[in-house]
Structure formats: C-alpha cells, structure tokens
C-alpha cells in the first residue's frame, strides 16, 4: 500500500477536551492533514452575530455560508478559516460565538450543508486526522480509526479557562463551566447529529492525562491500527 492512500481518524468528544489542539498535533506526527469542523459551525455562529441572522434559522445561514464562501486555507498548518475572504480563524473563539454555537449547530439544514462539505473536504484531503462532536458517527463512519475524547466538565472549564486567558481573552471559570455543561445537554439531545460516542469507537479519559500523553497515546493506537506505509516515520514525525 503507497502513503498515497486514504486515512482519515476521526476525534470526536464534548467541548473543551482539547480536540484540536489534539488533533493538530497528532496529525503532525502521523503526516496526514488537520480538519476542525467545529469551526464551521463557529463560523455560522459569527454570521449570525456579526450579520443578524437568526441563529435558529438553519436555512437562512446555510445560503449565507454558500454565498459567502466558507473555505480552509490549506496553505496553513492549521489551516486558517475564511467566509467571504474574511479571515475568521481568531474572532470564532470569542465568548459571544460560544453562547450561540450550541443553537447554530442544532439547526438540520445547517448542518446538512456542512457534513456534505466536510465529505468533500475528505475526498480532497484523504489522509486527515478530523475533529468534531459527529465525524466518527455520521460524516466518516467507515473511517481507518475513531476515537472519543472526553473530561470531567470542572477539568474541561479548567483548561478553556486556561487557554482563554493565555490568548489574553477575559474568562470567568463559573460562567466557562456553566456554558460547557448547556454545551453538552444541547450536543446530547439534538435531533440531528447528536454527540455519541461513534460504534467500535475508542474512548479516550484526558481528565488525568498532560496534552503529551494523549498525544502520545493517539499514536500509539493509530499505529496499531493503520499500516506503517500509510504513515509518516515516527522518526521523521513532528514532536509535541
């Protein structure tokens, strides 16, 4: 088998356990590209903030993403986030895109529209490693490897707390728990695309483990899994 071939692994697992900062490393180290979906639909959130957009009106920000344009640039690592040539990457982790993201993402036409673009993002980026609360479930359920990242709620406010003030972004640890623990019920009992963790997907507790470790232990059992040829050397593989 040639390293030209597909693999895609699959990171899905509530807000705040570190997904992307996870995935982006992982991907590092196994050679394969990097996808946050969870940043379309942050990127939803911002059109129906920055554009008066109703936030439960699905199919009203669906025709705006299409018209506007919502694309990666792949020349980056990550890739940053462009709507209409407008540079998003930074403004989507806002707190006032947090409070509207769980209502964005409930909405069926919405999210219709972005699985189909995340599986045209896969047949364009084959070898990806891709994170969000429904890839391993629903977007790529036949994929070479899924996994379920999760964390106690008080551990996940702790750290976007942490990550929060780092980028020097005011954060209130009560108000970041509060919103996580609203995230998660809404996540759970939406209709469509709930956040499961995905059949023959392997659960991951990085409540007690550094960023290093789960980094670590994602290769591992990539590794295991997926055929050495199809991957980059762990010898020649960017270190966390």
Not at 80 to 97: A, F, K, N, P, Y
Not at 107 to 118: C, K
Not at 165 to 174: K, L, T
Request: hydrophobic share 40%; charged share 30%.
């Amino acid at each position: 088998m040639s390293g030209s071939e597909g693999v895609i692994v699959t990171m899905d697992g509530p807000a705040g356990t570190g997904k992307s900062t996870v995935a982006l490393k992982l991907a590092q180290r196994l050679g394969l590209e990097m996808l946050d979906t969870g940043a379309m639909y942050r990127a939803a959130a911002v059109v129906a903030i920055d554009e008066g957009v109703p936030a439960d009106d699905g199919e009203a920000l669906a025709a705006r993403i299409a018209e506007e344009g919502l694309v990666f640039d792949w020349s980056q690592r990550p890739p940053r986030l462009l709507l209409g040539g407008r540079d998003l990457t930074e403004r989507i982790r806002d707190q006032d895109v947090n409070t509207v993201v769980s209502i964005v993402a409930r909405q069926a036409p919405l999210r219709e529209a972005l699985v189909r673009a995340q599986r045209e993002i896969g047949r364009q980026h084959p070898r990806l490693v891709t994170e969000g609360r429904d890839q391993g479930s629903v977007v790529f359920p036949d994929a070479a490897v899924r996994f379920y990242l999760d964390a106690h709620p008080e551990v996940r406010a702790r750290r976007r707390v942490e990550q929060m003030r780092s980028q020097g972004r005011p954060a209130d640890y009560e108000a970041v728990l509060r919103a996580i623990q609203q995230r998660d019920r809404l996540d759970e009992t939406r209709t469509d695309g709930p956040l499961v963790c995905p059949a023959e997907a392997q659960r991951v507790d990085t409540s007690l483990l550094t960023l290093p470790q789960v980094v670590e232990e994602l290769e591992r059992r990539v590794r295991a899994r997926v055929p050495a040829g199809l991957l980059a050397s762990p010898h020649a593989a960017v270190r966390a």
